[in-house]
T-cell receptor
Framework: DAGVIQSPRHEVTEMGQEVTLRCKPISGHDYLFWYRQTMMRGLELLIYFNNNVPIDDSGMPEDRFSAKMPNASFSTLKIQPSEPRDSAVYFCASSWTENFNYGYTFGSGTRLTVV | DQQVKQNSPSLSVQEGRISILNCDYT??????FLWYKKYPAEGPTFLIS?????DKNEDGRFTVFLNKSAKHLSLHIVPSQPGDSAVYFCAAVIQGAQKLVFGQGTRLTINP
């Protein structure tokens, strides 16, 4: 398996533009997580899905953020409109119910810069 | 409200010596703890974990210690090697839930 695949690897956009980050989880995994990494707060959980259904979106910072998982092999995180404070590295991770050690598999991340 | 805290942003250790990374948590409901390792331009990878029913777990050069009364855990790496240079994240979860809570990370540098 190729692991968790995220695209793009880097995104530079202007304030006010819409940004869409993409994630393909590992086949067979039934959990998908979106995390954001910043220096101050480390890795923050934004939202997670189970069997394509959003379970907890309490970490989504504002209504400008939205996430979807239309099928088991694809998820998007959208920011509209983007702001400079959204600049961070966004990680997608996947896992499966039987993984009792919680060893999530992370993608390589998308580094977002909003100017 | 940072429920998992890593108060040392960075740590520098000489090759061959012991590296000790620390982590504190505030939520007494957490009962499973993990360490992840992250290299630049890569995602974090799972390193080692410990359940709250134990106070120590070893895996090769890596040992995690848990002090529940102090709400503190630590990761010991001995001997430290140059390939251990990375950012280490501490994480905690309530078993049965899927919501891992991470700390801010500690950048470990192993000097030759």
């Amino acid at each position: 398996d190729a692991g968790v695949i995220q695209s793009p690897r880097h995104e530079v956009t202007e304030m006010g533009q819409e940004v869409t980050l993409r994630c393909k989880p590992i086949s067979g995994h039934d959990y998908l997580f979106w995390y954001r990494q910043t220096m101050m707060r480390g890795l923050e959980l934004l939202i997670y899905f189970n069997n394509n259904v959003p379970i907890d979106d309490s970490g989504m910072p504002e209504d400008r953020f939205s996430a979807k998982m239309p099928n088991a092999s694809f998820s998007t995180l959208k920011i509209q409109p983007s702001e400079p404070r959204d600049s961070a590295v966004y990680f997608c991770a996947s896992s499966w119910t039987e993984n009792f050690n919680y060893g999530y598999t992370f993608g390589s991340g998308t580094r977002l810069t909003v100017v | 409200d940072q429920q998992v805290k890593q108060n040392s942003p960075s740590l520098s250790v000489q090759e061959g010596r012991i590296s000790i990374l620390n982590c504190d948590y505030t939520n007494s409901m957490f009962d499973y703890f993990l360490w992840y390792k992250k290299y630049p331009a890569e995602g974090p990878t799972f390193l080692i974990s410990i359940s709250s029913i134990k106070d120590k777990n070893e895996d090769g050069r890596f040992t995690v210690f848990l002090n529940k009364s102090a709400k503190h855990l630590s990761l010991h790496i001995v001997p430290s090697q140059p390939g251990d240079s990375a950012v280490y994240f501490c994480a905690a979860v309530i078993q049965g839930a899927q919501k891992l809570v991470f700390g801010q990370g500690t950048r470990l540098t192993i000097n030759p």
